[in-house]
Nanobody
Framework: QVQLVESGGGLVQAGGSLRLSCAAS????????MGWYRQGPLNQRELVAS???????NSADSVKGRFTISRDNVKNTVYLQMNSLKPEDTAVYYC??????????????WGQGTQVTVSS
């Protein structure tokens, strides 16, 4: 029904930057919330940042001032600009979208995950 495809992860040195993208395709009427989550090797999946359809955003205290979430409602894409990366940002990053399908039903979809590794 809906596929989310992520890109942009990789290996970067501490202090560097990466930009993640997540594009949705399929039977989409609208996308309400778009967000990024991450999961380290010993951690539960946690919210990094989210963006509502009207543009309001929310982010974890640990990334405030360093990460910026944005969305393109025409392209059905969400971005995460990550600056001043730290080794503790190392994790698999997942995008999540709450999608209203053309059928009128609303579902939650996840991307496949992209690895971000920050070396010290």
């Amino acid at each position: 029904q809906v596929q989310l495809v992520e890109s942009g992860g990789g290996l970067v040195q501490a202090g560097g930057s990466l930009r993640l993208s997540c594009a949705a395709s399929g039977n989409i009427k609208s996308i309400n919330e778009m967000g990024w989550y991450r999961q380290g090797p010993l951690n539960q999946r946690e919210l990094v940042a989210s963006a509502g359809r009207s543009g309001g955003t929310n982010s974890a205290d640990s990334v405030k001032g360093r990460f910026t979430i944005s969305r393109d409602n025409v392209k059905n894409t969400v971005y995460l600009q990550m600056n001043s990366l730290k080794p503790e940002d190392t994790a698999v990053y997942y995008c999540k979208m709450i999608v209203e399908l053309t059928t009128g039903y609303q579902y939650q979809f996840w991307g496949q995950g992209t690895q971000v590794t920050v070396s010290s």
